[in-house]
């Protein structure tokens, strides 16, 4: 993590411009002499860098807001050491000027992506723990007018991913590193020709970690179109039975079941199954319905009433538990004379977003940008809302 260490840290009188890096304002934590975070912009981008004041005087990345590629962060921590002239003793940041640094692939999407503006051009299927590839390449070698759509949470397969989508110059795949469970209730409904589940981890231990589920299920029949597949292919008869369980509750669309049936291209974890001679069970979902988009209404935006201040430190450190997920102040900090800022843990147990709001004029908003658009996000937001106007 780039970081400066500093020999004396030197506020800015905030907002200033140096090195073409704007400078906003300065949240400190409660104890000022610990630190603050800076709000910085740059190329476009604005996040936050952080004076720590431990041991030793560091002037480093916030983790939350952290931005990419790292040039950018380099230049906003050297161009405040230089600004503030807070003298630096030693770092692990260089100059490097920005095209020297790690390409951005253009397949690796994130998950604002998709949440912003779903590809809806085209027939779109979907891989679900894609591990080696083999299978996700392949498909999309050989249907060029589909958009593949892999999901993956092991990141040397991303990079193996990326890698072979460069190789054999691949232009309809998009990689998404994201919890499959979260995804598809990003996905517009009835877009969605086939959702690929090979070999998924069977987790006979904690069962509410499989990707499988009533609510999966729920959200896959939402975004495939009439005809659509949800294919499962698992050599697990524990994870076999258990699907057939959940595809067995009732609904308008069916299923059907097969066993050792050969498909076109064979992945790493079916040979070792086969060389063992396990038998392989499909379960293929099919979409006979077609389902109203999701409603999209809910937003991000705070009540207009004026938010008491006792409000924001009665939140300290407490966890606000719900069936959907939770909210968790991690930390308030001050900004000026009346402001103040709030660091909170919000969201599904799943995949839980760390996320700030400014407090300003007894009104609060997302700062530097909107949480994820999930409907546990949503619900996080409507909670935290009722508590600042208690
Ligand atoms: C047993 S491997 C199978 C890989 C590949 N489908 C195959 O047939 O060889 C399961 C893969 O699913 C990924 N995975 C597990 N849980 C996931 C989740 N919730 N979301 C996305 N990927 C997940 C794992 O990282 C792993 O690469």
Redesign the pocket.
């Known amino acids: 993590m780039p970081h400066l260490n500093l020999e004396s840290f030197n506020s800015l009188s905030l907002p200033t411009q140096c090195d073409d890096v704007e400078f906003l304002f300065q949240a400190n934590y409660k104890n000022p002499d610990e630190g603050a975070l800076i709000a910085t912009r740059y190329k476009g981008r604005e996040f936050f860098i952080v004076y720590k004041n431990g041991v030793k005087k560091l002037l480093k990345s916030d983790k939350v807001t952290r931005p990419s590629p790292n040039f950018i962060l380099k230049h906003a921590l050297l161009a405040y050491a230089k600004c503030s002239n807070s003298p630096i003793l030693d770092s692990n940041v260089d100059n490097a000027p920005e095209n020297t640094h790690l390409k951005t692939h253009d397949a690796l999407k994130t998950i604002s992506y998709f949440a912003e503006n779903f590809p809806r051009d085209r027939e779109v299927r979907i891989e ?5 590839a ?2 996700l390449l392949h498909q999309a070698s050989v249907n060029p007018d589909v958009l593949f759509i892999g ?4 990141k040397p ?1 991303i990079e193996q991913a990326l890698k072979q989508i460069v190789i054999q110059n691949l232009n309809n795949i998009m990689i998404l590193d ?4 979260l995804f598809l209730e990003f996905v517009p409904s009835n877009i969605v020709g086939k959702i690929y589940v ?4 069977p987790w006979d231990k904690k069962p509410h970690r499989r ?1 499988i589920s009533e609510p999966f299920l729920k959200e896959s029949e939402r975004a495939l179109r009439i005809g659509g597949t949800l294919e499962l292919r698992t050599d697990s008869e524990n994870y076999y039975r258990f699907a057939l369980e959940t595809f067995s509750s009732p609904r308008q669309s069916r299923f059907d079941v097969r066993k050792n049936q050969e498909i076109a291209i064979v ?4 040979d070792r199954w086969k060389k063992m001679e396990k038998n392989i069970y499909d379960v293929t979902f099919t979409c006979d319905i077609e389902s109203p988009e999701p409603d999209m209404e809910s937003t991000f935006s705070f009540s207009k009433t004026p938010i008491n201040s006792d409000a924001v430190d009665s939140l300290s450190r407490e966890t606000y538990k719900r069936d959907w997920g939770f909210i968790h102040v991690e930390r308030i900090y001050s900004v000026g004379e009346h402001g103040a800022m709030i660091r909170l843990a919000m969201g599904s147990f799943d995949r839980p977003e760390s996320t700030y709001i400014l407090i300003e004029n007894a009104t609060a908003r997302y700062y530097p940008t909107l949480p994820v658009r999930t409907s546990a996000n949503l619900k996080a937001h409507i909670l935290l809302d009722e508590l600042l106007h208690g």
């Open positions: 679900i723990g894609f591990g080696s083999r299978h999901l993956e949470i092991h397969s994201y919890d499959a469970r090979h070999f998924p981890v990707v992945s790493k974890y079916e």
